[in-house]
T-cell receptor
């Protein structure tokens, strides 16, 4: 069984640029959630995708967008990067729309300069 | 609104001593509750979960937690700390009727003193 994987591991971007982060869900899981974890904080929910449709969104601006593909992998896109976007971005996969057991990937560390 | 409060951002215990990490929640509907552990530069690993079955939940690595509705608490305990338990611990809540948005606490950093 393959766990949740994320790429890249680390990324450095300049303010105003755009970034795409990728996540492959655990085998058999059709739901992917994205979280932002700022340094010293708990993860904050960005949004969730279930069967390629957005299924809930946290308090993040529209410049945070996502996609889920037919194989249930997912992308997180952030436009017009700001310094405060520097964080660890975590992807979690689960089974079903109401699946409560989420399995997390190792995260992508984004630094915005 | 749902939220989680973890009392004590840093906890230090001696090796072999009891570990107690505190978590209180607020939820408008019956909650599902979780404890996750995060080691440096890694993602979150599920320790245990409460999903409305037994109120005393046993997890991995000897950890357990008790759901107390009257106290809105879900404290994490381990009878005897090991050096390998040093990590960041997060309590999280989600709603039992949706299961999509997790609300995490700000975390408790556990230090184990040899």
């Amino acid at each position: 069984e393959t766990g949740v994987t994320q790429s890249p591991t680390h990324l450095i971007k300049t303010r105003g640029q755009q970034v795409t982060l990728r996540c492959s869900s655990q085998s058999g899981h059709n739901t992917v959630s994205w979280y932002q974890q700022a340094l010293g904080q708990g993860p904050q929910f960005i949004f969730q995708y279930y069967r390629e449709e957005e299924n809930g969104r946290g308090n993040f601006p529209p410049r945070f967008s996502g996609l889920q593909f037919p194989n249930y992998s997912s992308e997180l896109n952030v436009n017009a990067l700001e310094l405060d976007d520097s964080a660890l971005y975590l992807c979690a996969s689960s089974l079903g729309q109401g699946g409560v057991e989420q399995y997390f990937g190792p995260g992508t560390r984004l630094t915005v300069t | 609104a749902q939220s989680v409060t973890q009392l004590g951002s840093h906890v230090s215990v001696s090796e072999g001593a009891l570990v107690l990490l505190r978590c209180n929640y607020s939820s408008s509907v019956p909650p599902y509750l979780f404890w996750y552990v995060q080691y440096p530069n890694q993602g979150l690993q599920l320790l245990l979960k409460y999903t409305s079955a037994a109120t005393l939940v046993k997890g991995i690595n000897g950890f357990e937690a008790e759901f107390k509705k009257s106290e809105t608490s879900f404290h994490l305990t381990k009878p005897s700390a090991h050096m390998s338990d040093a990590a960041e611990y997060f309590c999280a809540v989600t709603l039992s009727n949706t299961g999509n948005q997790f609300y995490f606490g700000t975390g408790t950093s556990l230090t184990v003193i040899p």
